[in-house]
């Protein structure tokens, strides 16, 4: 066990509890994966559908191979490249790894997260770890401890506080197509199209899905349009003009929610930001969001989640002026 790790996660898993973990995207809660009743008590804290697959965390590439049926040269590529990182790589799993975890897919997703906290568990744990967000499904994602505490009971949850997410969303998730060397685009996040694309060698092709084809459904039954949400109904304009402009007509009981114009910043301080507006006597929320926001790379996980966690999405350009 680590010095840095003021608990023993086998003693935690051993009472039947789970871990929320501390990573670089955001907190999460582990279980191993070759435990079927605390698995199976994630989804049932979470209120998550049994449709939607975990993330099984790893603590090394050796780790991640005993997890796959297949270990392609770019996964190894990608897995030196990115790991420990925000990037998720989907593969044809190995057979001990449960339908509960895939929701019954012939693949697997796994991650090495860069956090020292969460390698630490990892590393003292008795196997790898799956680990959704520590939130309750569809709910805006955990970036601190506490957000995690407001949720859920110490009774079931040991919470290990390692701070304020660094990247503040959630990972990048690829699906590595072997036979037809197509990598698919699965869910943006901080690691970008094009820091894939400059990776990928001759003979892979880089696929986006659009997140509402059918495609998108089938292969990622976890991509819900409605995802990340407050409480209160989020309404986001894509305007040049100033927020105070766009929201200059909306009554006492909107509260408007501002982003730090570099999409890193933005990204970490997303959930925050929306859960700090997302209080009792608030009506609505607003966030007014650049045009040059929806084409640059570095924004595409910012703008995916506020897509997601929008109940209202107008776009100035061609919808016209704003009027609540
Ligand atoms: P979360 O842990 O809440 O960030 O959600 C994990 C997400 O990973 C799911 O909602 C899916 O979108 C994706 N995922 C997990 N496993 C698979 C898989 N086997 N195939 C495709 N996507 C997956
Ligand atoms: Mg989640």
Same mark, same amino acid.
């Given at each position: 066990?680590?010095?840095?790790?003021?608990?023993?996660?086998?003693?935690?898993f051993?009472?039947g509890?789970l871990?929320?973990?501390?990573?670089?995207?955001?907190?999460?809660?582990?279980a191993p994966?070759?435990r079927p009743d605390l698995v199976a008590r994630i989804?049932?804290?979470?209120?998550?559908?049994?449709?939607?697959?975990?993330?099984?965390?790893?603590?090394?590439?050796?780790?991640?191979?005993?997890?796959?049926? &297949?270990?392609?040269?770019?996964?190894?590529?990608?897995?030196?490249?990115?790991?420990?990182?925000?990037?998720?790589? !989907?593969?044809?799993?190995?057979?001990?790894?449960?339908?509960?975890?895939?929701?019954?897919?012939?693949?697997?997703?796994?991650?090495?997260?860069?956090?020292?906290?969460?390698?630490?568990?990892?590393?003292?744990?008795?196997?790898?770890?799956?680990?959704?967000?520590?939130?309750?499904?569809?709910?805006?994602?955990?970036?601190?401890?506490?957000?995690?505490?407001?949720?859920?009971?110490?009774?079931?949850?040991? !919470?290990?506080?390692?701070?304020?997410?660094?990247?503040?969303?959630?990972?990048?998730?690829?699906?590595?197509?072997?036979?037809?060397?197509?990598?698919?685009?699965?869910?943006?996040? &901080?690691?970008?199209?094009?820091?894939?694309?400059?990776?990928?060698?001759?003979?892979?092709?880089?696929?986006?899905?659009?997140?509402?084809?059918?495609?998108?459904?089938? !292969?990622?039954?976890?991509?819900?349009?409605?995802?990340?949400?407050?409480?209160?109904?989020?309404?986001?304009?894509?305007?040049?003009?100033?927020?105070?402009?766009?929201?200059?007509?909306?009554?006492?009981?909107?509260?408007?929610?501002?982003?730090?114009?570099?999409?890193?910043?933005?990204?970490?301080?997303?959930?925050?930001?929306?859960?700090?507006?997302?209080?009792?006597?608030?009506?609505?929320?607003?966030?007014?969001?650049?045009?040059?926001?929806?084409?640059?790379?570095?924004?595409?996980?910012?703008?995916?989640?506020?897509?997601?966690?929008?109940? &209202?999405?107008?776009?100035?350009?061609?919808?016209?002026?704003?009027?609540?």
């Amino acid at each position: 066990m680590s010095d840095a790790l003021a608990v023993d996660p086998r003693a935690v898993f051993a009472a039947g509890r789970l871990i929320a973990l501390p990573t670089e995207t955001v907190y999460g809660l582990a279980a191993p994966i070759d435990r079927p009743d605390l698995v199976a008590r994630i989804f049932e804290l979470k209120g998550r559908p049994a449709s939607n697959p975990l993330i099984v965390h790893v603590g090394s590439i050796e780790q991640a191979r005993s997890c796959v049926s &297949q270990w392609p040269e770019l996964a190894q590529r990608l897995a030196e490249r990115f790991w420990p990182g925000p990037l998720t790589l !989907v593969l044809p799993k190995a057979a001990h790894i449960s339908d509960a975890i895939t929701a019954g897919q012939p693949t697997v997703a796994l991650r090495m997260p860069d956090h020292p906290l969460a390698l630490a568990i990892l590393n003292a744990s008795p196997a790898p770890l799956v680990a959704p967000s520590a939130n309750l499904f569809t709910r805006l994602s955990p970036t601190r401890a506490e957000d995690v505490r407001a949720v859920f009971e110490p009774a079931d949850v040991e !919470v290990v506080d390692g701070g304020p997410c660094r990247v503040g969303i959630e990972s990048t998730i690829l699906g590595l197509d072997i036979d037809t060397r197509t990598l698919r685009w699965l869910r943006p996040g &901080q690691i970008s199209q094009s820091d894939i694309t400059a990776e990928l060698p001759p003979g892979w092709k880089l696929k986006v899905i659009s997140e509402r084809s059918k495609e998108a459904i089938d !292969v990622t039954p976890g991509r819900m349009q409605e995802h990340y949400r407050p409480a209160k109904p989020l309404t986001v304009v894509i305007s040049e003009r100033s927020a105070e402009t766009v929201f200059s007509d909306v009554g006492a009981g909107w509260r408007l929610v501002s982003l730090p114009q570099e999409a890193s910043a933005a990204a970490r301080r997303l959930y925050r930001a929306l859960r700090e507006a997302d209080q009792d006597h608030v009506a609505r929320l607003g966030l007014c969001l650049p045009p040059c926001c929806l084409d640059q790379p570095p924004w595409e996980g910012v703008v995916n989640r506020l897509r997601k966690a929008a109940s &209202q999405w107008h776009d100035e350009r061609a919808l016209g002026p704003y009027r609540a």
